[in-house]
C-alpha cells in the first residue's frame, strides 16, 4: 500500500550536500516511495558529488544569493517538468569562521548573509517556483528545536526567524492556492553542517542525555517526518513548526543530569 501517496510526484529539494544531511535522507527516502527528485547545489564543484549520491536526477546550479541564479531556476526546471508536488528548503549557513564570539559582537555582514541563505532564501525560491507548485503542493523547510538555544550563536535568531516566516508565507500561498508551508524543528542532528558550530559536539551529547530515550535524534527521523509533510496524509497541517526532538524540549531536569551536575559541584 502507498500510504504517503508521493508515488510519481516531482519534488524539488534545495540543500543536498553530503550523505550526512537532512535533504539527503528526505530526498533518499522520496525516491524509495516512487517520487522524483531534482536538485539544486550551489556551485558547479557540487553537481558531480551530488550527481553520483542520485545519479538518476537532475542537478541544478542556484546559489541562492545570486539573483541571476533564482531568476533563471524556474526556466531551468521546466526542461525536466512541468509542475512540482513540493520543495524542501534545507539551507543554512553561519559565518563562524573566527570562532565562538558573544552575540553582541556579531557582525552585520554576518547576520545579513546568514538571514538571507538560511531565512529569506525560502521566500525567494518559493516565489520563483510558485507558478510550477500543483495547487495542493507542500512546502518544508528545516528548523531547530530551540531557537533560543545560544549554542547555535547567532543563528539561533535567524532561524526564530525562519520559524516565524512560516505562517506568513503559508497565508500568502492561501490567496491563490492550496499550497502548504511547514518547518521541522529539528532537534541536534549529526551533520557536516552542525559540525562547522562552535562547540556543538558538546551539546550534541549533552542533548543526547536529554532525549528520554537516552539516544540521539537520528537524521533519518527528521526525513521521516519531512516525507510525511511533503504527503498529502499531512494535509490538516500547515503554517506550522513541527517539533522532532525525542521529547528533549520536555526533559531539561533529567534527574540523572541534574545528579551528574551537583555531583561535580
Given at each position: 500500500m502507498d500510504f504517503l501517496g508521493i508515488k510519481d510526484k516531482t519534488f524539488f529539494i534545495a540543500g543536498v550536500a553530503n550523505k550526512k544531511s537532512v535533504a539527503y535522507f528526505t530526498a533518499k527516502t522520496l525516491l524509495e516511495n516512487g517520487a522524483r527528485c531534482l536538485f539544486s547545489v550551489q556551485s558547479e564543484t557540487q553537481?558531480?558529488?551530488?550527481?553520483?549520491?542520485?545519479p538518476d536526477?537532475?542537478?541544478l546550479v542556484c546559489d541562492v544569493e545570486?539573483?541571476?541564479?533564482?531568476?533563471?531556476?524556474?526556466?531551468?526546471?521546466?526542461?525536466?517538468?512541468?509542475?512540482?508536488?513540493?520543495?524542501?528548503?534545507?539551507?543554512?549557513?553561519?559565518?563562524f569562521s573566527e570562532g565562538p564570539r558573544p552575540f553582541i559582537e556579531t557582525k552585520r555582514e554576518d547576520y545579513l548573509q546568514a538571514a538571507q541563505i538560511s531565512c529569506f532564501s525560502l521566500v525567494e525560491?518559493?516565489?520563483?517556483?510558485?507558478?510550477?507548485?500543483?495547487?495542493?503542493?507542500?512546502?518544508?523547510?528545516?528548523?531547530?528545536?530551540n531557537t533560543k538555544a545560544t549554542s547555535y550563536g547567532y543563528l539561533g535568531p535567524i532561524k526564530a526567524m525562519l520559524d516565524a516566516t512560516v505562517p506568513f508565507l503559508a497565508k500568502s500561498f492561501s490567496e491563490f492556492s492550496k499550497t502548504r508551508v511547514n518547518a521541522i524543528g529539528s532537534g541536534p542532528l549529526k551533520?557536516?553542517?552542525?559540525?562547522?558550530?562552535p562547540d556543538y559536539i558538546d551539546n550534541y551529547l549533552y542533548a543526547e542525555e536529554l532525549t528520554l530515550r537516552k539516544s540521539s535524534l537520528e537524521t533519518q527521523e527528521v526525513a521521516n517526518v519531512a516525507a510525511f509533510l511533503l504527503s498529502p496524509r499531512s494535509s490538516g497541517i500547515n503554517a506550522t513548526t513541527l517539533l522532532v526532538d525525542a521529547g528533549m524540549s520536555s526533559n531539561y531536569f533529567d534527574q540523572n543530569v541534574v545528579k551528574t551536575f551537583t555531583k561535580n559541584k
Open positions: 553537481v558531480d558529488a551530488v550527481k553520483k549520491l542520485f536526477c537532475v542537478i545570486n539573483k541571476n541564479h533564482l531568476n533563471a531556476l524556474p526556466g531551468e526546471i521546466k526542461k525536466h517538468t512541468d509542475k512540482l508536488d513540493g520543495l524542501v528548503h534545507s539551507l543554512a549557513f553561519a559565518n525560491i518559493s516565489n520563483a517556483l510558485k507558478e510550477l507548485l500543483t495547487n495542493e503542493a507542500s512546502i518544508v523547510t528545516i528548523s531547530i528545536s551533520t557536516s553542517a552542525s559540525a562547522g558550530i
